[in-house]
């Protein structure tokens, strides 16, 4: 199976500050990369798919980037909205998902 | 407006069964793959099980294979997972996502169910 290494595990930030998580594969899936936010008590929500895609609404303040086994994941101008956590999920195996452990990100 | 609403969780004793419900609205359920993803307190999201939207292919995570069964009323525009011999590994709160087909990104989610598994 594929593993997805994510982290930071938690960080803390400002409003106005830009962050970056980082989620490593243990073998190339390509561009089969996908960002979550999950906010507690309501639905995850897709953010970023095929590694840097935004979905549908998402604002332009988050990005992602990468291929291969190395990706990056960026909020720029942080939010007080965007207290939650992220969670990296891989795609590229047809028959299982994986997702990376998550990164709780608290704004100060 | 896609809407997810998933019932059917509650508390049961190891062993047991409990069969979860995922109504959907606002898009044309047979269109699309369906899912559960759960998880456990304190820890991450597991993918679980997909049902795909065309030619009903299912598909289960290593660890539900032979326990857990999906299954999806088109009619009714409502996916189940039936989970049989229960674990408290089990214990988790079950999403149940949509995607366009199977292994593609989970574009909506529900807002979940508690599944606790305990004596």
């Known amino acids: 199976d594929i593993q997805m290494t994510q982290s930071p595990s938690s960080l803390s930030a400002s409003v106005g500050d830009r962050v970056t998580i980082t989620c490593q594969a243990t073998?190339?899936?390509?561009?089969?990369l996908n960002w979550y936010q999950e906010k507690p008590g309501k639905a995850p929500k897709l953010l970023v798919y095929d590694a840097s895609k935004l979905a549908t609404g998402v604002p332009s303040r988050f990005s992602g980037g990468g291929s291969g086994t190395h990706f990056t994941f960026t909020i720029t101008s942080l939010q007080p909205e965007d207290s939650a956590t992220y969670y990296c999920q891989q795609y590229d195996n047809l028959l299982f998902y994986t997702f990376g452990q998550g990164t709780k990100l608290e704004i100060k | 407006e896609v809407q997810l609403l998933e019932s059917g969780g509650g508390l049961v004793q190891p062993g047991g069964s409990l069969r979860l419900s995922c109504a959907a609205s606002?898009?044309?359920?047979?269109?699309?793959?369906m899912s559960w993803i759960r998880q456990a307190p304190g820890k991450g999201l597991e993918w679980v099980s997909a049902f795909s939207g065309t030619g009903g292919g299912t598909f289960y995570a290593d660890s539900v294979k032979g326990r857990f069964t999906i299954s999806r009323d088109n009619s009714k525009d409502t996916l189940f997972l039936q989970m049989n011999s229960l674990k408290a590994e089990d214990t988790a709160i079950y999403y149940c996502?949509?995607?366009?087909?199977?292994?593609?990104?989970?574009?909506?989610w529900g807002q979940g169910t508690l599944v606790t598994v305990s004596s």
């Open positions: 073998r190339d899936i390509r561009n089969f």
């Open positions: 606002g898009f044309s359920f047979s269109d699309y793959a």
């Open positions: 996502a949509r995607s366009a087909v199977v292994a593609t990104p989970f574009d909506y």
